[in-house]
C-alpha cells in the first residue's frame, strides 16, 4: 500500500522568509499524482499546488513550487515571501489514475511577524 | 462561489447509536469522496463516488459505516453502531471527474461519540 510521510510534525518562517516543507512517499507505480493541500485553521481545504509523475518539470503557483524527485520519491513544497496567511496546516497527498488517496499526517507551519 | 455542502456541522451521539451525515458536492462535479479525519492527523480516504458508484470503499468498515449516493449527486454516510473510535471530524470532497482535478472540500461534521 502506498504511504505518504511528513517528517516535519511543526515548521516556523519568519513573514517574507522562505521555508519548505517535506513529504516522501512510497509507490511502486511510475504514473501517479502528487498534491499540497492547505487546511487553514476553522476553514476548509483548499488545493495549492499538483504534480504528475511523468512531468519532469517542477510545477509553480505563484509564491508555492515543488522539488520533485521521483528516483527518491520525494515531493518538498517551497513556500516563498511567506505571508500571515500562510499559516495552517499542510498535507502531503498522493493518488493514483485519480484513486486511492493517501494524505500525509500534515505539517502546522506558523509565520512569524 | 459554489461550495460543497455538509450537515449537521456538529454531532454528539451515545455508542451503540445511529448517526448519518449528508453531503451535497458542487453541480456538475461527478467525483465525490468521503474522509475521516482524526484530530492532529491527516484525511483517510473512506469512500468514493463516479456518479453513483462506488469506484474505492477499501477503507471503510463495511461492519458499521454505509454511504450512498443513489442519483449520483447528493450522499449520506452513516454509521451503525457509533464507536468511541469513531469520534473525528468527517469530510466531504467533490471534484470533476479526471486524476488530476482539484477536491473541493465542505466544512466537515465533528463527530463526538460518547
Known amino acids: 500500500a502506498q504511504t505518504v510521510t511528513q517528517s516535519q510534525p511543526e515548521m516556523s518562517v519568519q513573514e517574507a522568509e522562505t521555508v519548505t516543507l517535506s513529504c516522501t512517499y512510497d509507490t511502486s507505480e511510475s504514473d501517479y499524482y502528487l498534491f499540497w493541500y492547505k487546511q487553514p485553521p476553522s476553514r476548509q481545504m483548499i488545493l495549492v499546488i499538483r504534480q504528475e509523475a511523468y512531468k519532469q518539470q517542477n510545477a509553480t503557483e505563484n509564491r508555492f513550487s515543488v522539488n520533485f524527485q521521483k528516483a527518491a520519491k520525494s515531493f518538498s513544497l517551497k513556500i516563498s515571501d511567506s505571508q500571515l496567511g500562510d499559516a495552517a496546516m499542510y498535507f502531503c497527498a498522493y493518488s493514483l489514475y485519480g484513486q486511492n488517496f493517501v494524505f500525509g499526517p500534515g505539517t502546522r507551519l506558523s509565520v512569524l511577524p | 462561489e459554489a461550495e460543497v455542502a455538509q450537515s449537521p456541522r456538529y454531532k454528539i451521539t451515545e455508542k451503540s447509536q445511529a448517526v448519518a451525515f449528508w453531503c451535497d458536492p458542487i453541480?456538475?462535479?461527478?467525483?465525490l469522496y468521503w474522509y475521516r479525519q482524526i484530530l492532529g492527523q491527516g484525511p483517510e480516504l473512506l469512500v468514493q463516488f463516479q456518479d453513483e458508484s462506488v469506484v474505492d470503499d477499501s477503507q471503510l468498515p463495511k461492519d458499521r459505516f454505509s454511504a450512498e449516493r443513489l442519483k449520483g449527486v447528493d450522499s449520506t454516510l452513516k454509521i451503525q453502531p457509533a464507536e468511541l473510535g469513531d469520534s473525528a471530524m468527517y469530510l466531504c470532497?467533490?471534484?470533476?471527474?479526471?486524476?488530476?482535478?482539484?477536491?473541493?472540500f465542505g466544512p466537515g461534521t465533528r463527530l463526538t461519540v460518547t
Open positions: 453541480s456538475g462535479h461527478a467525483t
Open positions: 470532497a467533490s471534484s470533476l471527474e479526471g486524476p488530476q482535478r482539484e477536491q473541493y
